[in-house]
């Protein structure tokens, strides 16, 4: 079992950034790829950013140019840097990691941070 811990989510004011950070822990092997999703009330959850195993990058377009997803393997870790919040970016964001195993696909999910952009 893999466990997601997400942290950084606050309230910024329109134009501010934050970071989120997400920590695996577990039997965290044979992961493909790490991201993370979002969630507004009365939507449903889409997909923001996420990091494949070779390092490749992909990102919802209302996020390209604002956000930007890294990660530590050494720390286990993903993140997802976020600037010039918009109303409309806030959420509760959730890591995601896809895991492959005994030719099974996972998907783990973390409890997810909220993130409140407003003035």
């Known amino acids: 079992q893999v466990q997601l811990m997400e942290s950084g989510g606050d309230l910024v004011q329109p134009g501010g950034s934050l970071r989120l950070s997400c920590v695996a822990s577990?039997?965290?092997?044979?992961?493909?790829?790490m991201g993370w999703y979002r969630q507004a009330p009365g939507n449903q959850r889409e997909m923001v950013a996420t990091?494949?195993?070779?390092?490749?990058?992909n990102y919802t377009d209302s996020v390209k140019g604002r956000f930007t997803i890294s990660g530590d393997s050494a720390k286990n870790t993903i993140y997802l840097q976020m600037n010039n919040l918009k109303p409309e970016d806030a959420a509760v964001y959730y890591c995601?990691?896809?895991?492959?195993?005994?030719?099974?696909?996972?998907?783990?999910w973390g409890q997810g941070t909220q993130v409140t952009v407003s003035s």
């Open positions: 577990g039997s965290i092997f044979n992961i493909l790829l």
């Open positions: 995601t990691a896809v895991q492959r195993t005994r030719g099974l696909t996972f998907d783990h």
């Open positions: 990091l494949d195993k070779g390092g490749n990058t």
